[in-house]
């Protein structure tokens, strides 16, 4: 599965957001029942506003889905999936701000994940709003 991981590595998810791991899971996230989130892809703000169906083989989020609003530059977000190590409460962060996966994973006791995938969006021009 290292093929899988070449546009993490490529995107810089892994190393700035996630250690290296082996993908051992399937995950497929898609907006508006037709978007569907390869790694690497770009989507404006307004066609992610919506929560994503996020497919995985079992599970539950834990983290709420938050909408982009990138005020200025490219940002790039991240969907990743932890297996558990066993049956335990997973707390939930009280902020967004300076949010570090890894230390999410430390204080969770989750290891490394089993699947990740991102995209990247940019702040859309007023006209493209209309």
Do not use: W
Request: glycine share 6%; aromatic share 10%; net charge positive.
């Amino acid at each position: 599965m290292a093929r899988a991981l070449e546009p993490l590595i490529v995107g810089r998810v892994i190393g700035e957001v996630l250690d290296s791991f082996n993908p051992s899971a399937k995950m497929a996230v898609t907006y508006n029942l037709n978007k569907l989130v390869c790694n690497g892809h770009e989507f404006y703000p307004s066609a992610v506003t919506s929560k994503p169906r996020v497919e995985v083989q079992g599970g539950r989020e834990v983290v709420s889905y938050e909408s982009p609003r990138p005020s200025i530059g490219i940002h790039r977000f991240v969907f990743v999936l932890f297996k558990q190590k066993r049956r335990q409460v997973v707390t939930q962060p009280a902020s967004r701000d300076n949010f570090s996966t890894r230390r999410f994973a430390e204080e969770n006791d989750l290891g490394l994940p089993v699947a990740a995938v991102y995209f990247n969006a940019q702040r859309e021009t007023a006209a493209r709003r209309r």
